[in-house]
Protein backbone atom coordinates (compact mmCIF):
# COMPACT_ATOMS: atom_id res chain seq x y z
CA UNK A 1 0.00 0.00 0.00
CA UNK A 2 1.54 3.19 -0.61
CA UNK A 3 1.39 6.26 1.88
CA UNK A 4 1.17 9.42 0.49
CA UNK A 5 3.42 12.06 2.15
CA UNK A 6 2.36 15.43 3.65
CA UNK A 7 1.14 18.08 0.37
CA UNK A 8 1.36 21.62 1.30
CA UNK A 9 -1.69 23.03 0.81
CA UNK A 10 -1.72 25.06 -2.90
CA UNK A 11 -4.61 26.55 -4.65
CA UNK A 12 -2.89 27.67 -7.69
CA UNK A 13 -4.39 28.10 -10.85
CA UNK A 14 -7.89 27.07 -8.48
CA UNK A 15 -10.75 29.60 -8.68
CA UNK A 16 -13.19 30.76 -5.50
CA UNK A 17 -16.17 32.66 -5.68
CA UNK A 18 -16.72 33.75 -2.17
CA UNK A 19 -19.75 35.56 -0.65
CA UNK A 20 -19.91 38.57 1.80
CA UNK A 21 -16.60 38.66 0.80
CA UNK A 22 -15.64 42.51 2.06
CA UNK A 23 -15.69 41.37 6.18
CA UNK A 24 -15.85 38.69 8.49
CA UNK A 25 -15.36 34.88 7.46
CA UNK A 26 -15.78 35.77 3.62
CA UNK A 27 -13.27 38.02 3.76
CA UNK A 28 -10.85 35.96 5.70
CA UNK A 29 -11.66 33.19 3.67
CA UNK A 30 -10.79 35.20 0.65
CA UNK A 31 -7.34 36.11 2.11
CA UNK A 32 -6.59 33.22 2.76
CA UNK A 33 -6.79 31.85 -0.69
CA UNK A 34 -5.20 33.83 -2.42
CA UNK A 35 -2.33 33.67 -0.29
CA UNK A 36 -2.37 30.15 -0.83
CA UNK A 37 -2.41 30.76 -4.65
CA UNK A 38 -5.63 30.82 -5.83
CA UNK A 39 -7.62 33.07 -7.78
CA UNK A 40 -11.00 34.49 -5.86
CA UNK A 41 -14.02 36.17 -7.03
CA UNK A 42 -15.10 39.02 -4.12
CA UNK A 43 -18.61 39.40 -4.20
CA UNK A 44 -20.43 41.69 -1.49
CA UNK A 45 -22.59 44.68 -1.50
CA UNK A 46 -20.82 46.88 -0.20
CA UNK A 47 -18.65 48.49 -3.17
CA UNK A 48 -16.09 50.76 -1.47
CA UNK A 49 -14.96 48.41 1.29
CA UNK A 50 -15.39 45.46 -1.40
CA UNK A 51 -13.24 47.33 -3.62
CA UNK A 52 -10.48 48.13 -0.20
CA UNK A 53 -10.01 44.60 0.47
CA UNK A 54 -9.72 43.69 -3.49
CA UNK A 55 -6.79 46.02 -3.74
CA UNK A 56 -5.06 44.67 -0.20
CA UNK A 57 -5.03 41.28 -1.58
CA UNK A 58 -3.96 41.74 -4.81
CA UNK A 59 -1.11 44.03 -3.26
CA UNK A 60 0.26 41.11 -1.99
CA UNK A 61 2.09 39.38 -5.47
CA UNK A 62 0.09 35.93 -4.21
CA UNK A 63 -3.21 35.25 -6.15
CA UNK A 64 -5.33 37.35 -7.65
CA UNK A 65 -8.56 38.87 -6.51
CA UNK A 66 -11.54 40.58 -8.39
CA UNK A 67 -14.54 42.03 -6.74
CA UNK A 68 -18.11 42.02 -8.05
CA UNK A 69 -21.17 43.83 -6.09
CA UNK A 70 -23.76 41.31 -5.93
CA UNK A 71 -26.66 41.20 -3.82
CA UNK A 72 -27.08 37.58 -3.16
CA UNK A 73 -30.81 38.06 -3.14
CA UNK A 74 -30.89 39.24 -7.08
CA UNK A 75 -30.66 36.13 -9.18
CA UNK A 76 -29.30 38.07 -12.30
CA UNK A 77 -26.71 40.14 -10.22
CA UNK A 78 -25.51 36.01 -8.91
CA UNK A 79 -25.21 35.16 -12.70
CA UNK A 80 -23.40 38.36 -13.06
CA UNK A 81 -20.47 36.86 -10.96
CA UNK A 82 -20.62 33.61 -11.92
CA UNK A 83 -19.98 35.02 -15.71
CA UNK A 84 -17.28 37.22 -14.55
CA UNK A 85 -15.46 34.31 -12.56
CA UNK A 86 -15.51 32.10 -15.93
CA UNK A 87 -14.82 35.33 -17.85
CA UNK A 88 -11.50 36.29 -15.39
CA UNK A 89 -10.42 33.18 -14.47
CA UNK A 90 -12.20 30.67 -16.87
CA UNK A 91 -13.48 28.30 -14.14
CA UNK A 92 -15.38 28.14 -10.95
CA UNK A 93 -13.84 25.38 -8.47
CA UNK A 94 -14.95 25.88 -5.37
CA UNK A 95 -18.22 28.47 -4.44
CA UNK A 96 -18.14 29.30 -0.42
CA UNK A 97 -21.34 30.93 0.65
CA UNK A 98 -20.55 32.83 3.26
CA UNK A 99 -23.48 35.85 3.31
CA UNK A 100 -26.11 35.77 6.09
CA UNK A 101 -26.62 36.80 8.99
CA UNK A 102 -29.74 37.10 11.49
CA UNK A 103 -32.15 39.46 10.53
CA UNK A 104 -33.38 40.95 13.41
CA UNK A 105 -29.61 41.88 13.93
CA UNK A 106 -29.04 42.87 10.35
CA UNK A 107 -31.76 44.91 9.71
CA UNK A 108 -31.50 46.65 13.77
CA UNK A 109 -35.07 45.13 14.90
CA UNK A 110 -36.10 46.37 17.92
CA UNK A 111 -36.30 43.37 20.71
CA UNK A 112 -40.43 42.14 19.48
CA UNK A 113 -41.91 38.95 20.11
CA UNK A 114 -41.83 36.77 16.50
CA UNK A 115 -45.58 37.55 15.32
CA UNK A 116 -44.82 41.23 16.09
CA UNK A 117 -41.84 41.92 13.97
CA UNK A 118 -42.70 43.04 10.16
CA UNK A 119 -42.94 39.85 8.27
CA UNK A 120 -40.26 41.43 5.52
CA UNK A 121 -37.85 40.97 8.09
CA UNK A 122 -38.13 37.56 8.35
CA UNK A 123 -38.73 37.34 3.98
CA UNK A 124 -35.01 39.66 4.14
CA UNK A 125 -33.57 36.72 6.30
CA UNK A 126 -34.72 33.93 4.18
CA UNK A 127 -34.62 35.13 1.09
CA UNK A 128 -30.14 35.83 2.38
CA UNK A 129 -29.51 33.43 4.36
CA UNK A 130 -31.67 30.08 2.34
CA UNK A 131 -32.30 31.62 -1.40
CA UNK A 132 -29.06 33.59 -1.33
CA UNK A 133 -27.53 30.06 -1.47
CA UNK A 134 -29.47 28.40 -3.49
CA UNK A 135 -29.21 31.11 -6.09
CA UNK A 136 -25.42 30.35 -6.33
CA UNK A 137 -25.50 27.00 -6.25
CA UNK A 138 -27.68 27.24 -9.15
CA UNK A 139 -26.15 29.36 -10.97
CA UNK A 140 -22.54 28.03 -10.43
CA UNK A 141 -23.45 24.66 -10.99
CA UNK A 142 -24.11 24.94 -14.57
CA UNK A 143 -20.50 26.20 -15.19
CA UNK A 144 -19.35 23.41 -12.81
CA UNK A 145 -21.49 21.21 -14.96
CA UNK A 146 -19.85 21.96 -18.04
CA UNK A 147 -16.16 21.92 -16.36
CA UNK A 148 -17.40 18.51 -14.68
CA UNK A 149 -15.79 19.60 -11.58
CA UNK A 150 -16.23 21.47 -8.43
CA UNK A 151 -16.61 22.36 -4.62
CA UNK A 152 -19.67 24.16 -3.13
CA UNK A 153 -19.47 24.76 0.60
CA UNK A 154 -22.70 26.15 1.51
CA UNK A 155 -22.31 27.90 5.36
CA UNK A 156 -25.01 26.45 8.34
CA UNK A 157 -25.02 27.34 12.09
CA UNK A 158 -25.79 25.55 15.13
CA UNK A 159 -28.72 27.80 15.36
CA UNK A 160 -30.36 25.43 12.28
CA UNK A 161 -29.90 22.68 15.61
CA UNK A 162 -30.83 24.78 17.92
CA UNK A 163 -33.98 26.97 16.65
CA UNK A 164 -34.85 30.67 17.94
CA UNK A 165 -37.70 31.92 19.15
CA UNK A 166 -37.20 35.20 17.91
CA UNK A 167 -35.23 35.33 14.89
CA UNK A 168 -36.94 32.54 13.62
CA UNK A 169 -35.84 32.72 9.56
CA UNK A 170 -32.15 32.10 10.60
CA UNK A 171 -32.78 28.69 11.87
CA UNK A 172 -35.75 27.87 9.28
CA UNK A 173 -33.37 28.87 6.11
CA UNK A 174 -29.72 27.50 8.32
CA UNK A 175 -31.68 23.69 8.63
CA UNK A 176 -32.52 23.75 5.07
CA UNK A 177 -29.02 24.27 3.83
CA UNK A 178 -27.40 22.10 6.33
CA UNK A 179 -29.80 19.38 5.13
CA UNK A 180 -32.18 19.69 2.42
CA UNK A 181 -30.34 21.91 0.12
CA UNK A 182 -26.56 20.13 0.84
CA UNK A 183 -27.57 16.56 0.13
CA UNK A 184 -29.40 17.18 -2.69
CA UNK A 185 -26.68 19.36 -4.53
CA UNK A 186 -24.14 16.21 -3.70
CA UNK A 187 -26.64 13.74 -5.48
CA UNK A 188 -26.96 15.92 -8.65
CA UNK A 189 -23.37 16.63 -8.66
CA UNK A 190 -22.17 13.08 -8.30
CA UNK A 191 -22.17 12.51 -11.81
CA UNK A 192 -20.30 15.43 -12.74
CA UNK A 193 -17.48 15.20 -10.48
CA UNK A 194 -18.78 18.01 -7.93
CA UNK A 195 -18.92 17.52 -4.62
CA UNK A 196 -21.35 19.96 -1.69
CA UNK A 197 -20.53 20.18 1.48
CA UNK A 198 -21.88 22.30 4.41
CA UNK A 199 -19.57 23.56 7.22
CA UNK A 200 -21.91 24.77 10.59
CA UNK A 201 -20.16 27.06 13.24
CA UNK A 202 -20.80 27.23 16.49
CA UNK A 203 -19.95 30.41 18.59
CA UNK A 204 -17.17 32.59 16.37
CA UNK A 205 -15.58 35.52 17.08
CA UNK A 206 -17.09 37.67 14.70
CA UNK A 207 -18.60 39.50 17.20
CA UNK A 208 -17.52 40.05 20.46
CA UNK A 209 -21.23 39.13 21.70
CA UNK A 210 -20.32 35.50 20.44
CA UNK A 211 -17.75 35.06 23.06
CA UNK A 212 -21.30 34.71 25.66
CA UNK A 213 -21.91 31.26 24.18
CA UNK A 214 -21.86 28.51 25.83
CA UNK A 215 -19.52 25.15 24.63
CA UNK A 216 -18.01 21.76 25.99
CA UNK A 217 -14.58 23.85 25.12
CA UNK A 218 -15.33 27.02 27.12
CA UNK A 219 -14.80 29.81 24.41
CA UNK A 220 -16.18 30.68 20.71
CA UNK A 221 -14.13 29.72 17.59
CA UNK A 222 -11.21 31.95 16.47
CA UNK A 223 -12.47 32.68 12.95
CA UNK A 224 -9.77 31.01 11.32
CA UNK A 225 -10.60 27.40 12.28
CA UNK A 226 -13.51 27.57 10.33
CA UNK A 227 -11.72 28.51 7.42
CA UNK A 228 -9.09 26.03 7.97
CA UNK A 229 -11.76 23.48 7.88
CA UNK A 230 -12.92 24.73 4.69
CA UNK A 231 -9.59 24.98 3.29
CA UNK A 232 -9.40 21.28 4.37
CA UNK A 233 -12.21 20.57 2.58
CA UNK A 234 -11.91 22.28 -0.56
CA UNK A 235 -7.49 20.56 -0.58
CA UNK A 236 -6.64 17.76 -2.09
CA UNK A 237 -6.83 15.81 1.17
CA UNK A 238 -10.37 16.56 1.65
CA UNK A 239 -11.63 15.42 -1.30
CA UNK A 240 -13.50 12.03 -0.06
CA UNK A 241 -16.07 14.57 2.49
CA UNK A 242 -19.48 14.71 0.13
CA UNK A 243 -23.01 15.50 1.18
CA UNK A 244 -22.32 15.80 4.54
CA UNK A 245 -23.09 19.02 7.43
CA UNK A 246 -19.99 19.17 9.75
CA UNK A 247 -20.32 21.23 12.96
CA UNK A 248 -17.30 22.93 14.14
CA UNK A 249 -18.72 24.26 17.69
CA UNK A 250 -17.06 23.47 20.60
CA UNK A 251 -18.96 20.57 21.44
CA UNK A 252 -22.25 22.94 21.84
CA UNK A 253 -24.63 20.99 20.03
CA UNK A 254 -23.04 17.96 22.24
CA UNK A 255 -23.64 19.75 25.53
CA UNK A 256 -26.61 17.80 28.08
CA UNK A 257 -29.46 20.15 28.48
CA UNK A 258 -28.56 21.22 31.99
CA UNK A 259 -25.71 23.23 30.74
Known amino acids: MSVKGDVTMNFKNKTAVATGAASGMGLLFSQNFAALGGNVVMCDVNEKVLNEKVSEINSKGQGKAIGVICDVRDYEQV????????ETFGSIDIL????GGTAVRMLNVPSLEFPDIPIDVFDWGLDV???GQFYFAHACMKQMREQKSG???NIGSITGKEGDGIGMDYPTAKSGVMYGLTKSLAQFGAKYNVRCVCVSPGPVLTRAAMAKMKTLLGRAADPQEI???????ASDKGQFINGENIMIDGGRNAMGRWN
Do not use: E, M, S
Open 79 to 86: CNVRDKAV
Open 96 to 99: TNFA
Open 227 to 233: IDLVLFI
Open 129 to 131: NLK
Open 151 to 153: LIV
